[in-house]
């Protein structure tokens, strides 16, 4: 069988390879993406579906004064040292250009979320699709992908070959060389012996990502030259319904909500961030906490799929009082009240907080809602390392010629534990690394 000769293969169709296809295609490049999960669930399309684009034409229009310099900041802030340098500054300056790319030339339904706050981000500056989420984000990229005149699409398993020059890829029925070959088939979360491995403390934990975040396609990386940075750094998610098919969504302490164990007491200051928070909600008794907010807090929730879809799940309790409220919860209901007490006081600036939150934003008031949940890994944030265009590099400083990587199968923003992760950096290094590669092909 003769092989064809493409000028890009994109192994995986999640978030990074239709990100870096539709720009390679759009840039006339001729390119095959490959996917044997194709009809599965991916963690683009199970993710909130929002990413930071700070300084993008939407905030501008909609008057938010924000810099991919800003939002640097606030990462440097955040994560420390921990932050991934090789990649950050050229992430942050690609995705006011991925905004761009998807309203005026794939002329995707972007929208500008003005109102969705995050611990950590100093400015509004999350987009989505409309309407928000990922299951519908993911599908206007299938959509686009699927359609595009540069995009050949395959569904079947692929083998590659590294060659002299370039790659061998070979489907039961095809085979394509290419000069470059683009690793996006997601990270290790599916793969226990990977996360026993390299975050021991997730070991056995609940996993809320897709199945096929298996390290296969990493592996590749690694077989011909490249090596790893990062890898015990993952997004974790303290916001997750029990049994990980449904979440409230991160924004909730950031809004003035709480978080409680069945003594009804605090345990930790909800302002560190949905990621961080996983370790702290498992530790608690039967590893869950009751989040309690307010009807309030709710009518800013309109635009965050997450909650939303939670509410249809009926993962949400309501009850005009906090006696109500407890009995529904089962849990303590004299610890409950002391707890609120104390948080209505503290929220008003009559006290300081004893376990160190800075700002509870708002009082709570009946009537009062809440929802338990548990802590959750998301999705790895270890990987190949790659240099700001998402080049795989090789230990000795030179790159493993041809082979690109984005999205979970190269190292991400933020190391070290799930400190490190600020909301967004999944999808800001996926839409932004593939970004620049597709920009970067000759
Ligand atoms: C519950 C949850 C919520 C999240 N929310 C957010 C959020 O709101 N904002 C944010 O920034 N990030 C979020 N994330 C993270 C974000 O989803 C990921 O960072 C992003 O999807 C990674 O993109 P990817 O392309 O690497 O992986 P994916 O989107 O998972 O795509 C990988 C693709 O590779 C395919 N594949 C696997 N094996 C092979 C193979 N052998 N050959 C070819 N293809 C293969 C898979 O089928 C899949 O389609 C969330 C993640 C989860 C799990």
């Known amino acids: 069988m003769l092989s064809q000769q493409v000028d890009l293969v994109v192994l995986g169709a999640g978030a990074a390879g239709m990100m870096g296809a539709l720009a390679a295609a759009e840039r006339g490049l001729q390119v095959i993406l490959i996917d044997p999960h194709f009809e599965q669930s991916n963690n683009f399309a199970v993710s909130g579906g929002l990413f930071p684009a700070a300084g993008s034409s939407l905030q501008?229009?909609?008057g938010v004064l924000d810099s991919p310099g800003n939002w640097l900041a606030d990462l440097r802030a955040f994560a420390g040292s921990s932050l991934n340098e090789r990649i950050a500054e050229s992430v942050a300056n690609a995705l006011p250009e991925v905004v761009n790319f998807l309203i005026h030339e794939l002329d995707a339904p972007i929208q500008f979320l003005?109102?969705?706050?995050?611990?950590?981000?100093?400015?509004?500056?999350?987009?989505?699709?409309?309407?928000?989420?990922?299951?519908?984000?993911h599908q206007s990229f299938r959509t686009r992908s699927l359609n595009h005149p540069g995009i050949e699409f395959s569904s079947r398993f692929a083998?590659?070959?590294?060659?002299?020059?370039?790659?061998?890829?070979?489907?039961?029925?095809?085979?394509?060389?290419?000069?470059?070959?683009?690793?996006a088939g997601g990270g290790f979360g599916s793969n226990p012996q990977w996360v026993s491995q390299h975050i021991p403390s997730m070991r056995g934990a609940l996993y809320n990502g897709a199945p096929n975040n298996d390290a296969s396609v990493l592996a590749l990386g690694l077989q011909w030259g490249g090596y790893l940075s990062g890898m015990d750094g993952f997004q974790g998610q303290g916001h997750t319904h029990p049994g990980g098919v449904t979440r409230l969504g991160?924004?909730?302490?950031?809004?003035?909500?709480?978080?409680?164990?069945?003594?009804?007491?605090?345990?930790?200051?909800?302002?560190?961030?949905?990621?961080?928070?996983a370790p702290y909600v498992m530790a608690q008794p039967g590893g869950v906490a009751l989040e309690v907010f307010d009807a309030h807090i709710e009518n800013g929730l309109t635009n965050h799929s997450a909650y939303?879809?939670?509410?249809?799940?009926?993962?949400?309790m309501r009850a005009d009082d906090v006696p109500t409220l407890a009995a529904l919860a089962g849990v303590d209901v004299h610890g409950l009240q002391a707890t609120l007490d104390s948080v209505q006081q503290t929220a008003q600036g009559l006290s300081r907080d004893a376990l160190g939150r800075d700002s509870f934003t708002h009082v709570l008031r009946s009537p009062y809602l809440a929802s338990w949940v548990t802590g959750a890994l998301s999705h790895?944030?270890?990987?190949?390392v790659t240099d700001g265009d998402g080049r795989v590099?090789?230990?000795?400083?030179?790159?493993?010629?041809?082979?690109?990587?984005a999205g979970g199968c190269a190292a991400g923003l933020s190391g070290q534990g799930a400190e490190g992760y600020l909301p967004g950096n999944g999808l800001a290094q996926s839409f932004g690394l593939a970004w620049r590669m597709a920009q970067s092909l000759d």
């Open 60 to 62: 501008a229009k909609a």
């Open 250 to 277: 991160m924004a909730i302490p950031a809004m003035g909500g709480i978080m409680v164990n069945r003594m009804g007491e605090r345990f930790v200051r909800e302002d560190i961030g949905p990621s961080a928070l």
């Open 159 to 183: 083998n590659v070959e590294k060659m002299a020059q370039g790659f061998l890829v070979s489907t039961p029925d095809r085979h394509w060389q290419t000069r470059h070959l683009m690793l």
């Open 114 to 137: 003005s109102d969705v706050v995050s611990t950590g981000h100093t400015q509004c500056r999350f987009h989505s699709s409309t309407p928000s989420g990922g299951k519908s984000f």
């Open 380 to 384: 790895t944030q270890g990987g190949l």
């Open 393 to 405: 590099c090789a230990r000795e400083g030179q790159w493993v010629h041809g082979l690109w990587a």
């Open 308 to 316: 939303q879809e939670a509410v249809q799940a009926h993962r949400v």
